[in-house]
């Protein structure tokens, strides 16, 4: 068995990297994913933060008293919410683009810590592109799926979130590497960073 598995991942591993240097371009780096991670995380906090206060005045909590002055305090959040959502969606389509080509890694996962790693990072991908799908369809009052809206968007919200959290705690060592202008690292470490 393991020899059939072995001339398999033989005959994989030449075309995972023969995609990858296709896809290889100057500007695909850690230090970009980054850059483009400050900036998402940051609008995604926007978004969320201003999502709780919406939902909470849709569905307030009785102990919890919410400020309601001045009088256009909500279209002003609600205003963040929606630009800052927008502006979010090509940040995510070029962070998504700068680490594509770490999908054909090879092999996929090397040990247990970094199948949850990978896991985590489905999870994040998934609910970022479902958040600013759904709130862009939102804009158009357009709903084609047979849930609600609100409720879901605040629940997939917090699965962004915390699943944020973890990408975060994980690349934490690489977003440190990379995090200033000087910070780029020898080709070696380049190759072993991965997606930030």
């Keep these: 068995m393991s020899g059939m598995v072995n001339r398999l991942s033989d005959a994989i591993e030449p075309r995972f990297a023969a ?5 290889d371009a100057p500007e695909r780096t850690p230090r970009t994913a980054v850059i483009l991670g400050r900036v998402l995380g940051a609008g995604i906090l926007i978004c969320f933060a ?6 909470l005045l849709q569905h307030p909590i009785s102990w919890l008293p ?4 001045p009088v256009e305090l ?20 070029g962070k998504l683009w ?11 996962v090397r040990s247990v810590a970094q199948v949850f790693e990978r896991a985590s990072i489905a999870l994040l991908v998934a609910t970022a ?17 047979p849930f609600s809206f609100t409720a879901t968007h605040f629940a997939v919200s917090w699965l962004l979130v915390g699943a944020m959290a973890v990408h975060i705690g994980v690349k934490l060592p690489l977003i440190v590497r990379h995090w200033r202008r000087g910070g780029e690292a020898a080709p070696e470490d380049s190759a072993e960073d991965g997606d930030a």
């Design 98 to 108: 700068v680490v594509y080509p770490r999908l054909f890694d090879w092999p996929p």
């Design 74 to 93: 909500y279209q002003w959040t609600q205003g963040a919410h929606v630009a800052t959502g927008t502006a979010l969606i090509p940040v995510l389509l």
């Design 19 to 23: 995609v990858r240097r296709a896809l």
């Design 50 to 55: 201003t999502g709780i206060y919406s939902h």
């Design 129 to 145: 592109l479902l958040q600013v799908v759904m709130g862009a369809l939102n804009t158009f009052q357009w709903y084609p799926w």
């Design 66 to 69: 919410l400020p309601t002055r």
